[in-house]
C-alpha cells in the first residue's frame, strides 16, 4: 500500500484496508534514497502509529522500496505493530526494501521490543558497521517473515539476537556474512518457537562466529533450516 498524494498534515493520514490502521514513512519524510538519514522520520511514523487510543492500537508501519539510511536503533516498542516493507529480494535495479546502518555504534538496527509485533518483507543491512542487525528479548509473538540480514560483521555482532521469550515465529528467514547468524535463548529459557525456512549463510571466511546457536530452548519446531559456508 503505498500513498502518492500529497499531505499538508500527517495526522490527517488515515488509510483503513482489512481492519488494519497503514501509514506510509514517506509522509513522514523519509526518502529511501540512499543517502538521507531517514532514522527519526521512520521513527516518527511508528510513534504516531502507537499513539492511537485504545481499544484499537498498533496497526501497519509501511516502508516502500528503496534504502533507508538510518544512524540510530528503529525501536517498535507497542504491541501489534508491523513493520512491511515492499519485498527483501533485492535486484540490480533497486526494487525492494533495505533499512541500512550508516555509521558505527549502533548497538542494533532493528529493536522488537513488544509482545505481538512483526518486521516483514525486508532486508536489514549492517553495512559492515559495528553491532547487530535484529534485537528482540522478554517479548512473545513476535513473527519475521521474508526477512533478510546482511554483513554484521564485526567481532561478536550477531545477525539476529532474541533472548528470553515464547512463541516467535521464523518464516523465510536469511542472514548472511554475519560474525555471528543466529541466537536465540537465554538462562531463563524460550519456547514455543517455530522455524520454517531459515538459512545462514558464512561466504567470508574471516568470520568465526557461531552460525545458530540456541541455549534454553525448551520447545521448538525445526521446518527447512540450514547453516553453510562458502
Known sequence: ?????????????????????????????????GVADDTAAIQAAITYLNSRP??????????????YMISSTINVNSGGTTIQG?????????????I??????????????????????????????????????????????????????????YGIKYGQSSENFFYNVLVTDCYNGFYLGSAMGAQFCSFDGLHIVHDDATLAGVGLELYGVTTASFSTVSVSTG
Request: charged share 15%; hydrophobic share 35%; proline share 3%.
Open 86 to 98: 515492499g519485498g527483501n529480494l533485492v535486484t540490480a535495479s533497486g526494487a525492494g526494501t533495505i
Open 100 to 157: 541500512k546502518k550508516s555509521v558505527d555504534g549502533i548497538s542494533h538496527a532493528i529493536n522488537l521490543g513488544a509482545n505481538n509485533t512483526s518486521l516483514r518483507d525486508l532486508m536489514v543491512d549492517c553495512n559492515n558497521k559495528t553491532g547487530d542487525g535484529i534485537r528482540s528479548d522478554l517479548v512473545n509473538g513476535v513473527v519475521l517473515m521474508n526477512v533478510s540480514v546482511r554483513s554484521a560483521k564485526s567481532v561478536g555482532a
Open 54 to 67: 485504545t481499544p484499537n492500537p498498533g496497526g501497519i508501519v509501511y516502508i516502500p522500496c528503496g534504502t
Open 1 to 33: 500500500i503505498e500513498y502518492t498524494g500529497t499531505l499538508t498534515d500527517n495526522s490527517h493520514l488515515q488509510v483503513q484496508r482489512l481492519s488494519e490502521f497503514v501509514i506510509n514513512v514517506k509522509d513522514f519524510g523519509a526518502l529511501g534514497n
